[in-house]
């Protein structure tokens, strides 16, 4: 195609393209050279950050691609080896230096789960003049941090309850636990949402006129009882480990478009099943930004140890959240 003819979008992706990798590479020398006791500082501020597609959250605009927490905390779904192998990986050093290179990389956002961990780490990051804007998924109940002490020590600008939890309420008729969780989060003072791996969850929340700001919700229904497992064709075999339904994520997807609220699509690689090779990754993130709402987005936890996951999760955030 003659450049004279090209179509604006295309010069402006290619443009965006060029400008990522650019700073992309530098990034990750300058850190490199940095050492892990190194003070990041410097390195933060100087660099340009590209602008990727936006979405709101209340007051809030963050970019519609999120880095999540998973395998920060050890969660691969993959067994308990490659749970150590991140565990291990994450430092707080590396933890820190990964949320710069998203920032870097044009993502605005992380969602975290663990506020004891990460205390120290979002102070560490506003120091260094972050911009980022962080929000918190909570279980809720007893021994868990209460709501106004995770405000004070984190900062968050939203509390999400916990996905598993909810579907676990639901299914045991204490649903009613849940809404008020969103009611001390909104008396906090921040923003309220709820995730859940169980379609039937949202859908419901969103027919009762819950006051709920924002949804996160799994591309996979993780939590199904063997029973309801069973019941999904076919199956031909004892389940082992958690379920993963090549259908899930169309039918989570029906419900988040008919709801008004803006929502977080969640484990839309099947947690890294859909990672074996590139053309994989490409078309789950063409999935979810055409199958969500424009104002909707994705979170995606990223575990850049051999792959350069920062710079690809954004290319692709960029070409398909249009």
Not at 82 to 102: A, V
Not at 283 to 301: E, N
């Amino acid at each position: 195609m003659d450049t004279t003819t090209r179509p604006a979008s295309v010069t402006a992706r290619r443009e965006f393209l060029t400008r990522l990798s650019l700073t992309m590479g530098g990034s990750m020398a300058a850190l490199a050279q940095a050492g892990q006791g190194e003070d990041l500082r410097d390195l933060s501020a100087s660099l340009v950050t590209p602008l990727l597609p936006t979405m709101q959250l209340g007051k809030h605009s963050i970019t519609r691609l999120v880095v999540g927490s998973n395998p920060i905390s050890g969660y691969s779904y993959m067994g308990p080896i490659m749970d150590r192998h991140m565990k291990e990986y994450f430092t707080q050093t590396r933890i820190i230096e990964l949320l710069i290179r998203c920032e870097q990389a044009g993502i605005t956002a992380h969602q975290f789960s663990d506020p004891t961990l990460m205390t120290p780490i979002l102070r560490t990051l506003r120091e260094r003049g972050t911009k980022m804007k962080f929000f918190c998924l909570h279980a809720g109940g007893a021994g868990r941090m209460p709501v106004k002490q995770l405000v004070q020590d984190t900062g968050p600008i939203a509390i999400v309850h916990h996905g598993g939890v909810t579907d676990r309420l639901f299914r045991e008729g204490k649903a009613q636990e849940v809404h008020d969780f969103v009611k001390r989060v909104r008396d906090a003072g921040v923003l309220a949402g709820v995730s859940a791996h169980n379609p039937d969850c949202i859908k419901r929340i969103a027919d009762e006129g819950w006051p709920v700001d924002l949804f996160m919700a799994c591309f996979y229904y993780i939590t199904r009882t063997p029973e309801e497992t069973q019941a999904m064709p076919p199956v031909v075999t004892e389940q082992v480990g958690r379920p993963f339904f090549a259908s899930d994520p169309a039918t989570m997807c029906q419900v988040l478009r008919q709801v008004d609220q803006p929502c977080l699509g969640f484990k839309i690689l099947a947690a890294g099943r859909k990672c074996y090779k590139k053309e994989s990754v490409e078309a789950a993130f063409k999935f979810a930004f055409t199958q969500l709402k424009p104002t909707d987005g994705v979170i995606v936890g990223m575990y850049p140890r051999y792959q350069a996951q920062i710079q690809e999760n954004a290319q692709y955030t960029q070409q398909f959240a249009v």
